[in-house]
């Protein structure tokens, strides 16, 4: 079994703009639709598409969770949240101009958890997850959930014995490299964080994969690199069009779990991974790809070894 956990859930709404957006002048909407925001949730979407079983865990406020609820139900996500009583679920304003790429993306900072709500959280995740599962933490924290609550988590994970996989950024990502988990996924800029950009890159990679048994980075049309016993991996993209590639690195993450899980061998788990989320970035909003493109554009996908 896989859980994702997404700390700090959101609604996108992704508001499509007649013309583009202009100061001074009143803006209409074409169309407004709701989207999964929140990483886990991204993950879960991508595994679903792969036929892989996991439910998506986390906290979600009880003022608007119908909202939440109608999306993850449209989109055949399974779920079992820690309910934070008066509290909204947040909401990510995604706005898209009429014949312009790309897109303008306004969050809101997410509702304060507490204590109590956290430890509710480490409850589940205890009862839940047992040895042989995996877990993807994915997304920012929320308010009221700080680094010793992130390590405390990791601990209670580490100590029940699953994989342990995390898409974090920043001072999160830091912590779960020290606390020593099984996956790590940071962007170009995020893995900044962790290791000098210099022209030694690849020796500091080689570093770091000494602390994290899968270490990908993920580098947006230019592919990855990923690092797994002692070998070292780049991957390519195949072509598309650029729509947007918000979510690209969340459909990674899910595909390539997803079939590890199906312990399928690691470049396959790559050239999959790769050729999912090359898909998905031909589409506007951040969760969809269509998995028989993606076997299509798997067979131009190359996993060259590069030490
Ligand atoms: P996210 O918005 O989900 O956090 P990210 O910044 O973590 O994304 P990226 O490095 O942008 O992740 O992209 C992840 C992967 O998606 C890349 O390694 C690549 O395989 C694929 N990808 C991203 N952009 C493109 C593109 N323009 N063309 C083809 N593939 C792409
Ligand atoms: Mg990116
Ligand atoms: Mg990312």
Redesign the pocket.
């Known amino acids: 079994m896989i859980y994702t956990i997404t700390l700090n859930p959101t609604i996108d709404r992704l508001l499509f703009l007649e013309g583009t957006l202009t100061k001074g002048k009143n803006n209409r909407l074409r169309k407004v639709t709701y989207d999964i925001g929140g990483k886990g949730h991204h993950g879960s979407n991508a595994m679903n598409q792969l036929g892989v079983k996991n439910q998506a865990l986390g906290f979600s406020g009880t003022t608007n969770a119908g909202k939440l609820e109608n999306i993850l139900l449209d989109k055949g996500i399974d779920y079992d949240f820690v309910e934070v009583y008066g509290k909204a679920t947040r909401e990510s304003y995604v706005i898209l101009e009429e014949g312009i790429g790309g897109s303008i993306l306004i969050t809101e900072k997410g509702f304060t958890v507490t204590d109590y709500d956290i430890e509710l959280l480490y409850e589940k995740v205890e009862k839940k997850v047992q040895k042989e599962d995996m877990v993807l933490i994915a997304g920012s924290t929320p308010p009221g959930f700080d680094l010793n609550d992130l390590e405390e988590l990791l601990e209670r994970l580490k100590r029940i014995g699953c994989f342990i996989a995390c898409d974090l950024s920043g001072e999160a990502l830091k912590k779960a490299v020290e606390v020593g988990v099984d996956f790590i996924k940071p962007?170009?800029f995020e893995v900044q964080e962790l290791v000098p950009s210099d022209d030694n890159f690849l020796d500091h990679i080689k570093e770091l994969s000494e602390k994290v048994d899968y270490l990908i980075v993920?580098?947006?049309?230019d592919?990855?690199i990923c690092s797994h016993a002692g070998e070292v991996y780049e991957v390519s993209?195949p072509p598309?069009e650029?729509v947007n590639?918000?979510?690209?690195?969340?459909c990674?993450v899910g595909t390539f779990l997803g079939s590890l899980s199906l312990n399928q061998p690691l470049t396959e788990c790559l050239s999959l991974a790769?050729a999912c989320?090359?898909d998905h970035?031909q589409y506007n909003d951040s969760t969809t790809f269509d998995i028989n493109n993606a076997r299509e554009l798997q067979k131009v996908v190359t996993v060259k070894k590069i030490s």
Do not use: I, M, P, Q
């Not at 993920?218 to 049309?221: D, N, V």
């Not at 590639?245 to 969340?250: K, Q, S």
């Open positions: 962007n170009r993920s580098l947006g049309k592919g990855s993209t598309v650029l590639d918000t979510g690209a690195g969340d990674f790769s989320a090359a970035v």
